[in-house]
């Protein structure tokens, strides 16, 4: 599957960080993790620690499938709304799943201090706004129900966005504390070096070609004819899962970014905040820690890779027409646009779990815009499942829920 168009930002800005060899003899394993990019990565950082000898593959480079196309905007806000996943999944599942992805963020940055990252990893503020009128009502009503669950946040009026952030066209909306940023591919590249130190083995360029799913093990075959026996596999596969799996579980979608040359004039306070609205689908925007401007949105219901690519430039006005309506003042120069492929869930959750198809087997797919987030959870839940453990969100994140 081709997940990004041929230019992502995080590519061309960070180049070839690190490679490593294709697999070139069997292998044998506790652990196998299939996919090297930002979840395979932490994955593997949770299986090092917890000691067991493991080892990557990726049929790709290392990171550079989706974790190089990622905006990588940390929030513990998921996809679909706390009001409205309390709906659909009930209070405690809903609230344990913001929880978790607020959590994920603090748990990131100590690894951040662990590994001694360099990859930009910045607290920051996150600001939802309404982009209608007709939003207004029940954004309310999301503030109060995250204030009771315990979230730190504050409603500002049109007139406390346009003083503090300078944008206009907005209705108010929610302020939270917790957010932060993060260049993933790097990150990616720095946890694995980390590991390799410790004892990872890494091959890329390798792929999966099939899978023996045996009574106390498994044997992998890659496409070269290579086997790695392993007791676990872990799949980190993301997007790709869609072809392995036979039920339709996620919907995937093209979504688009656009970025700006350097500019140290940038609206108030962008540096410190996360900014997303509540159109469907919804426009984002950060900085970077190079003092550019990143933007994106402009989701289609396809994954066509000439068909995406092909809408770049489109999308890329569309996206910037938003920004006119918030700062009809600003000029925005842009340096860099690229397409990728996201998947939507029916409940904005990720799938983390055991499938019945797949023996001594388990995914960490994290769906939609906190795939980073979903990810540092699934380190608790794939560090439970190998030692026998509940998860108090398993019952959330399964297959078949």
Known sequence: MDLKSNEPFWLLKNGLISSFPSLKNDEECDVLI?????????????????????????????????????????QYEIDV??????????RKGAVESYKACSKAIDDLEKIVREIKSRAGFKRKQSLYFASKKKDVGW???????RKKAGFDV?????????????????????????????????????ILKFNVAKGLKIFDKTELKSVKYLRDHNLALTTSGFHIKTKKIIYCVGYESANMIKEDFVKLKSTFAVVSEVDKTKFKN????????????????????????????GDEDFVNPEKRDAMIFKKEKEVLRVLKKLRPD??????????GTFGETKDGLPYIG????????????????????FSVTGMEMASAWLQKKKHLLSEFFKFGR
Do not use: C
């Open 354 to 373: 055991t499938h019945d198809d797949f023996k001594n087997s388990y995914f960490v797919l994290g769906f939609g815009g906190n795939g980073i987030t």
């Open 34 to 74: 299939i996919g090297g990019g930002i979840t395979g990565s932490l994955i593997a950082h949770q299986m090092v620690k917890d000691g067991f000898n493991t080892v990557l593959i990726d049929k790709r480079e290392v990171a550079n499938g989706s974790t190089s196309a990622t905006t990588s905007m940390l």
């Open 139 to 145: 954004l309310e009503k999301e503030f109060e129900v």
């Open 330 to 339: 600003y000029h925005f120069y842009t340096d860099f646009t690229w397409a």
């Open 154 to 190: 504050k409603w500002l009026d049109p007139e406390e966005i346009e003083r503090d952030f300078g944008f206009q066209s907005t209705h108010g909306g929610i302020l939270s504390k917790q957010g932060a940023s993060i260049d993933a591919f790097k990150f990616a590249h720095e």
């Open 270 to 297: 962008i540096e410190q905040t996360l900014v997303w609205n509540t159109d469907e689908p919804y426009i984002y925007m950060r900085s970077t820690d190079d003092e550019r401007l990143l933007i994106g949105g």
């Open 81 to 90: 709304p706390l009001v409205k996943l309390i709906e659909k999944i009930g």
